[in-house]
């Protein structure tokens, strides 16, 4: 059998055999967001309402995560994920104050505004790379940040920020819970926003990673000039994920206002936002779906024992991540897996070998 | 518009350039010899500030004299990150690196806030700290003028460095060309290691005097990372030379900003998000 | 014959350096016309400039009769431009078969996955890559990256291909199947466009050769013609002399 041939074959069994692991991944995610809250209220009943909370910290962080990964896949390493998640959380909040509609809609509108904030910073940024990206990107937060918080008082709060109101507001009926069941219903309704919103973000990763845009995205980020060479339009590429990256985080700020009841300048536009928003990704393994959400299950847990521990530093912890991550697995969890499952998968499927490495001159 | 207070303004602005010119020139010299952009070179700055304090505090020694044990020390501490961080990611894409120096800067700061918490600090009961000197309305405070002077005979002294000395000559050599600087026998990694350093030794004399000047927390060294960043920009990266102008630029910007408009010394650091923003952009839209 | 690039009056300059000035040229359909001269001469730059990775600072490109000087290089590929680099960049984190698929890919706009995975396949059987399609790009020998480099051009179905040197550093039996590939393509109806160094592939291949030489023409025509051009000969013994 001549090598060609061999080739084929293989690549033909197993595109034939070959699982969905993003949607069945996707469809366990939903089953386990589905019945977490009662899990959790089965096994740990009173102090489920914590381990809730905890859960829908983890979700929030794997939301951050993703969706800043989604933005560095074309290569942009954006330090304004802070101010995305800032223009939904006051997006919500004004809304509230100077407008009588729903609250609910306060969370796709928080997503909009990301949008749109995202779209002006996008353009503007097209040309630049690596480290000027980043620093432009940061510069640009902190300039809404100071924006936001000079406005005057009447409108946004300045520096006090603003009250935004529960979304959930569960009753007690006396009789037919005990007291701690009001507080679990109401984590349970969080919980349950987060993991639609978490659902949607993976959805969307997992649409881009099938579809055209992977490889234009990979393309931007290997060498944007031969990518525009082959006919992939960067400008368009990266205002897409630009767009992406800026919905989800922009809800997600609109629900945590709602949870958290405030909006402050200090807060919402919070530098640890982005740095928990860039380690999460880098922790877990970059430009893959798996990668943040793995990054962000194991680092939630690291980070109420650390949030405990130290009250004012509690990101060392991350910046000790970060620096491990780089030095020892550039490429993640997700990445170390990958190449210890394929270093042992190797020799048995027979890999055409290198050859020629004498040809280099 | 009162023409003593803009004086006074334009004053501030000129004394406070000596200060981001040195903290600036130590990031230009990491970025173009070794050709690390250090996002944690600010915290080298508040290393300096809080060593300086702590000194004080603790053994009452005079700012002046801590100077000479805070150089050092901000040495050995950039020897020590270089050679147990930086050098293993000198080939990796700049985005590891960056994000290396980032994480870096993290754990600096973060250790300075679990060490002294996050409440400004205040070398107190230091004669000379109130010495100023009055010329037509406008004031010139003594600490902030020797700042000024001090930062300028560093920075031209290293501007010397750079240009007539064996090392100079070495660490120019190595940003042009690193295997070429190789060939001729040059140590590349000792040339990095020193550059390195002595970007954190600068930066931790600079650290020294906001001690002296301001009331800083350990959260000054981003603010001041990203100064130094906006002032390599305007000047233009590898332009060592025009970092005294943009210096000059920024901080009378900052100042001006600062005295002029109402409230706006909480927008300082807006204005210099402002600048880096702009300079950055306008940059890159210039047609290629 | 159409005329498939036309440049008029080319000028690119960097800061006061005229790194091509006033150049023209006409590259008809079905010609493999080469581009040669000394080091310097301005040779990637004409390719840049029509591949539209440079803005001119004057003068016009037309691709197939229209013009394209201010188009970017997505419409350019769109419009009908292949370009391959002198310097090989694939991208490493891609099997080569993906690589060949971003062309087929994003070559030609609204074409449907299937087809361009049957594009990109076609593109590796008519550079003999087929064999390799599932190696990651990163392990490829420097024949193996230019024969990538072409097939992901090709993979974008252009009307004309440019190639910077693709002979550069290939040893006497890779260049001659470099040549019967380039040969290949031109068959297939591509019209092509290159910068050699080595004369002998300039003989064998091209149809009509342009001369630069200081970034502008130096003269134009068959290779027997400007080999003879007193000042062609001059500028290369010039280089000889140098080197």
């Given at each position: 059998?001549?090598?060609?041939?061999?080739?084929?074959?293989?690549?033909?069994?197993?595109?034939?055999?070959?699982?969905?692991?993003?949607?069945?991944?996707?469809?366990?995610?939903?089953?386990?967001?589905?019945?977490?809250?009662?899990?959790?209220?089965?096994?740990?009943?009173?102090?489920?309402?914590?381990?809730?909370?905890?859960?829908?910290?983890?979700?929030?962080?794997?939301?951050?995560?993703?969706?800043?990964?989604?933005?560095?896949?074309?290569?942009?390493?954006?330090?304004?994920?802070?101010?995305?998640?800032?223009?939904?959380?006051?997006?919500?909040?004004?809304?509230?104050?100077?407008?009588?509609?729903?609250?609910?809609?306060?969370?796709?509108?928080?997503?909009?505004?990301?949008?749109?904030?995202?779209?002006?910073?996008?353009?503007?940024?097209?040309?630049?790379?690596?480290?000027?990206?980043?620093?432009?990107?940061?510069?640009?937060?902190?300039?809404?940040?100071?924006?936001?918080?000079?406005?005057?008082?009447?409108?946004?709060?300045?520096?006090?920020?603003?009250?935004?109101?529960?979304?959930?507001?569960?009753?007690?009926?006396?009789?037919?819970?005990?007291?701690?069941?009001?507080?679990?219903?109401?984590?349970?309704?969080?919980?349950?926003?987060?993991?639609?919103?978490?659902?949607?973000?993976?959805?969307?990763?997992?649409?881009?990673?099938?579809?055209?845009?992977?490889h234009a995205f990979t393309a931007i980020r290997t060498n944007e000039e031969v990518a525009g060479v082959m006919g992939i339009r960067p400008a368009r590429a990266k205002l897409l994920a630009f767009v992406l990256s800026a919905v989800f985080v922009g809800m997600l700020g609109a629900v945590e206002a709602h949870r958290v009841g405030s909006v402050l300048p200090e807060q919402s536009f919070s530098v640890a936002t982005t740095v928990l928003a860039l380690v999460t990704p880098i922790f877990g393994g970059l430009y893959t779906t798996l990668g943040p959400i793995v990054g962000a299950l194991g680092l939630s847990s690291v980070q109420e024992t650390l949030r405990r521990t130290f009250s004012d530093g509690y990101l060392i912890g991350y910046g000790v991540v970060l620096v491990l991550s780089i030095l020892f697995m550039p490429r993640g969890v997700v990445g170390l897996m990958n190449g210890l499952m394929r270093r042992r998968a190797k020799p048995a499927a027979g890999a055409p070998e290198r050859t020629g490495e004498e040809d280099r001159p | 518009m009162d023409t003593t207070l803009l004086v006074q303004a334009l004053v501030s602005g000129v004394l406070a350039a000596g200060l981001y010119a040195l903290v600036s020139v130590g990031l230009a010299l990491a970025i173009g010899v070794i050709g690390i952009v250090n996002f944690a070179h600010g915290e080298f700055f508040m290393v300096g500030a809080f060593l300086a304090y702590q000194l004080f505090v603790t053994f009452g020694i005079d700012p002046v004299w801590s100077l000479f044990i805070v150089a050092p020390a901000l040495f050995a501490l950039g020897g020590v990150i270089y050679t147990s961080t930086i050098r293993f990611v000198l080939k990796a894409p700049e985005l590891n690196q960056m994000l290396l120096t980032f994480g870096i800067g993290i754990i600096l700061q973060n250790l300075a806030l679990l060490i002294w918490g996050g409440d400004p600090r205040t070398i107190a009961g230091i004669s000379y700290r109130g010495i100023g000197y009055q010329i037509g309305g406008v004031s010139i405070g003594l600490v902030p003028l020797a700042s000024f002077v001090i930062s300028l005979v560093l920075v031209l002294g290293l501007y010397w460095m750079l240009s007539s000395t064996p090392l100079g000559r070495a660490m120019r050599a190595v940003a042009q060309n690193r295997t070429g600087a190789a060939l001729v026998g040059l140590e590349v990694n000792r040339v990095y290691l020193v550059a390195f350093a002595l970007s954190a030794l600068l930066a931790g004399i600079g650290g020294v005097m906001i001690a002296v000047i301001q009331s800083p927390t350990p959260v000054v060294g981003f603010a001041f990372t990203l100064k130094a960043f906006a002032i390599v920009v305007v000047a233009g990266l590898g332009n060592v030379r025009g970092i005294l102008f943009a210096a000059l630029f920024v901080a009378v910007a900052e100042s001006l900003v600062a005295t002029m408009v109402p409230n706006g010394d909480t927008l300082r650091n807006a204005v210099f998000f402002a600048i880096i923003f702009a300079v950055l952009i306008r940059r890159s839209w210039r047609t290629v | 014959m159409s005329v498939v690039i036309r440049a008029t009056a080319l000028a690119k300059h960097f800061g006061g350096l005229a790194a091509v000035d006033d150049v023209s040229f006409e590259v008809e359909a079905g010609e493999i016309f080469a581009i040669i001269g000394p080091n310097g001469a301005g040779k990637t730059t004409i390719l840049n400039l029509v591949s539209g990775l440079l803005t001119p600072t004057a003068g016009r490109v037309e691709l197939l009769g229209r013009d394209v000087t201010a188009a970017s290089p997505a419409q350019r590929c769109h419009a009908g431009l292949g370009r391959a680099f002198q310097v090989v960049q694939p991208f490493p984190e891609m099997t080569l078969r993906e690589n060949v698929l971003v062309g087929a890919l994003f070559g030609t706009p609204g074409l449907s996955r299937a087809d361009a995975e049957h594009r990109a396949d076609e593109a590796l059987e008519v550079t003999g890559l087929t064999a390799l399609s599932a190696v990651d790009a990163e392990d490829l020998t420097l024949m193996q990256e230019k024969r990538l480099e072409i097939a992901r051009a090709l993979a974008t179905k252009p009307s004309v291909l440019l190639l910077d040197e693709v002979m550069a550093g290939l040893r006497p039996a890779e260049a001659r199947d470099a040549i019967g590939l380039v040969k290949a393509v031109r068959d297939q109806g591509v019209t092509i466009v290159f910068i050699e160094h080595v004369m002998p592939v300039v003989r064998d291949l091209a149809d009509r050769v342009l001369v630069m030489d200081h970034g502008k023409v130096l003269t134009e025509g068959r290779y027997a013609e400007v080999t003879q051009d007193a000042r062609v000969i001059e500028a290369y013994l010039g280089k000889e002399d140098a080197a």
């Open positions: 059998m001549s090598a060609d041939a061999r080739v084929r074959r293989v690549a033909g069994t197993a595109a034939a055999t070959r699982v969905p692991w993003d949607l069945v991944g996707l469809v366990v995610l939903a089953i386990a967001v589905a019945f977490m809250p009662d899990l959790l209220k089965a096994f740990f009943g009173r102090a489920s309402v914590s381990y809730l909370s905890i859960a829908t910290n983890a979700l929030s962080l794997s939301i951050l995560a993703l969706s800043w990964d989604i933005l560095a896949r074309t290569g942009q390493l954006s330090l304004a994920h802070a101010a995305f998640y800032g223009a939904g959380a006051y997006t919500t909040a004004l809304l509230v104050k100077h407008a009588s509609l729903p609250l609910w809609v306060g969370i796709p509108l928080g997503g909009v505004a990301a949008v749109i904030f995202a779209l002006l910073l996008g353009a503007v940024t097209l040309r630049l790379r690596g480290i000027y990206f980043a620093i432009a990107t940061l510069s640009a937060a902190e300039v809404l940040k100071a924006v936001v918080h000079h406005l005057p008082t009447p409108i946004a709060g300045g520096n006090a920020g603003l009250n935004v109101p529960a979304l959930f507001r569960p009753e007690f009926i006396a009789g037919q819970m005990e007291r701690w069941e009001v507080a679990f219903l109401r984590n349970e309704a969080y919980f349950y926003v987060y993991g639609v919103v978490l659902l949607a973000t993976v959805l969307a990763s997992i649409l881009v990673q099938r579809s055209r845009f992977k | - | -």
